[in-house]
């Protein structure tokens, strides 16, 4: 696999924490990835991989019974753990460790956490998708201020504003990458590449905002407004902002590096054809 620029989002998490005194241990970060339920979050980006072939024009079924077994080789989980590891054990240090697991260990924390976990390993996402968008559109027709605590919650969850860039940074790398290894016959180079994805920017950053917003319309339903509400501002703590960041950082650049190594392992692979 050639070399490829180095992600936008791995600069950011190191950018984050680049004056931390002191990075967590591994026992305790292991801890942190429970009690948050960054652990499953992480898992989820396995469910991913059914829509890679769609960045190639192509379907998951074209590639054959095995798609599935070689998707689940690569994204699995026990490898993206520890890739998370070794990132936050270099770059989260203990205070914000600290202050992210003593919010998720509380009451509220840890049933927010079931109800994630949950809403990651959704099997349905169209029903998910569709459920929560009836719920955000019967917030509107009343006039809720429930709506407006959610959308806090997803605003201070990507304050960095980094949804956008790293998606566009995770399609990029995928598609280099199945160049290079001969799945595709990439016409642009990659900064023409880059400048058609920033031409549809908008577009992504709406449907993401929409998403986001259903999304945590459907994993939030058995909550309280006052709950929702408390958990908005916990999110808007700006020690929380930057646990938050960092993950994001983290959960894209494992996503990316992932993406291409399914790219490499695609190599001379013909749809129809068993792996």
Known sequence: MIALARSLCLTLTIALTATAAQAADRARLETFLEVTGFDVALDSIRLSASSAPQMLGLEADDFGAQWTVMAD????????????????????????????????????????????????????????????????????????????????????????????????????????????????????EEPDLREALRADEDALRQSISESALSGAAYTYQAFSDAEVLEYAEALEDPDMRKVYDLMNAVQYEIMANRYEALAARMRGLQPSQEL
């Open 73 to 188: 080789d690569v994204f699995d989980t026990a490898k993206m753990h520890d890739m998370a590891l070794d990132i936050l054990g270099e770059t989260l240090d203990d205070d914000l460790l600290d202050h992210a697991t003593a919010f998720y260990s509380s009451d509220l924390g840890r049933r927010l956490v079931i109800a994630e976990n949950d809403s990651h390993m959704e099997d349905d996402s169209e029903t998910k998708s569709e459920a929560g968008q009836a719920i955000v559109e019967g917030l509107k027709r009343i006039g809720s201020s429930r709506l407006e605590a959610l959308q806090r919650m997803n605003a201070a969850s990507d304050s960095a504003g980094t949804a956008v860039r790293a998606i566009q940074e995770v399609q990029v790398r995928f598609l280099i990458a199945a160049a290079a290894a001969g799945v595709i016959d990439l016409k642009m």
